[in-house]
T-cell receptor, first 111, second 112 residues
Framework: TQLLEQSPQFLSIQEGENLTVYCNSSSVFSSLQWYRQEPGEGPVLLVTVVTGGEVKKLKRLTFQFGDARKDSSLHITAAQPGDTGLYLCAGEDTNAGKSTFGDGTTLTVKP | DAGVIQSPRHEVTEMGQEVTLRCKPISGHDYLFWYRQTMMRGLELLIYFNNNVPIDDSGMPEDRFSAKMPNASFSTLKIQPSEPRDSAVYFC??????????FGPGTRLTVT
């Protein structure tokens, strides 16, 4: 089973600050997804990255896939309280035909 | 589209009782996944289906758990008999391609 480690596990910052969270593995993934989960709801898909070195931007969120397709990062600029939630990464394991989820980073943005 | 629909949203039951969770996937999605989420263990894949056929049930904890998908628009996850350690949030997700998954709102199960 391919494992994904996310760091940090918890992050608490003030509104307006920038932050980066990481998703690392020793395995290569065909693609990687990032999800955000708010309390009491299911995870919501944010983005898919496929190509090594790929960078995708979603408003204030920037996602990067590592050159070797083993790791990814999510950078948030000028964080807002609405960014609060659990951020999960998931790697597509083509051999197993399913995705492996990391344990997530819990982000709290204080107003 | 209404998204993935799960019912009930909350379930409280006594140990030993049978529990049935229900899921309606997004129309046109060929993959359906059942997950369990707890603080201790995070998000765990229990089982997934492709075109109504169970593909991987290696995550099902034990024989007390069973899942069915009788048609493309309906799936159930059954726990019989339920135990307090089964208390968790259970999510259903569907997907066109097995990796970009769309999750339902979850069922919060409490077994007393």
């Amino acid at each position: 089973t391919q494992l994904l480690e996310q760091s940090p596990q918890f992050l608490s910052i003030q509104e307006g600050e920038n932050l980066t969270v990481y998703c690392n593995s020793s395995s290569v993934f065909s693609s990687l997804q990032w999800y955000r989960q708010e309390p009491g709801e299911g995870p919501v898909l944010l983005v898919t990255v496929v190509t090594g070195g790929e960078v995708k931007k979603l408003k204030r969120l920037t996602f990067q896939f590592g050159d070797a397709r083993k790791d990814s990062s999510l950078h948030i600029t000028a964080a807002q309280p609405g960014d609060t939630g659990l951020y999960l990464c998931a790697g597509e394991d083509t051999n197993a035909g399913k995705s492996t989820f990391g344990d997530g980073t819990t982000l709290t943005v204080k107003p | 589209d209404a998204g993935v629909i799960q019912s009930p949203r909350h379930e409280v039951t006594e140990m030993g009782q049978e529990v049935t969770l229900r899921c309606k996937p997004i129309s046109g999605h060929d993959y359906l996944f059942w997950y369990r989420q707890t603080m201790m263990r995070g998000l765990e894949l229990l089982i997934y289906f492709n075109n109504n056929v169970p593909i991987d049930d290696s995550g099902m904890p034990e024989d007390r758990f069973s899942a069915k998908m009788p048609n493309a628009s309906f799936s159930t996850l059954k726990i019989q008999p339920s135990e307090p350690r089964d208390s968790a949030v259970y999510f259903c997700a569907s997907s066109r391609d097995s990796y970009e998954q769309y999750f339902g709102p979850g069922t919060r199960l409490t077994v007393t």
